[in-house]
């Protein structure tokens, strides 16, 4: 580790870990939301992607 190194961002997140059958997903976050979407994959996609982009960062 270099002399600036910290620890401390790393401690406020959270370890998420999803497997499915053929694939996994893991990643590190704040936190997650979730809600219920009807559609088809692609529109949706398109609209998730482009609320991530647009979304200012928080922090939980």
């Given amino acids: 580790m270099h002399s ?3 620890d401390k961002p790393w ?10 059958h053929d694939e996994m997903f893991e990643t ?3 936190g ?3 809600r219920l ?3 088809t994959l692609t529109p949706l996609l398109n609209e998730l992607t482009k609320e ?3 979304r200012p960062f928080r922090k939980a």
């Fill in 52 to 54: 991530l982009v647009e």
């Fill in 32 to 34: 997650i939301e979730t």
């Fill in 11 to 20: 401690r406020e997140l959270h370890h998420y870990f999803l497997a499915f």
């Fill in 28 to 30: 590190l976050a704040a």
């Fill in 37 to 39: 979407v009807h559609g």
């Fill in 4 to 6: 600036h190194h910290s």
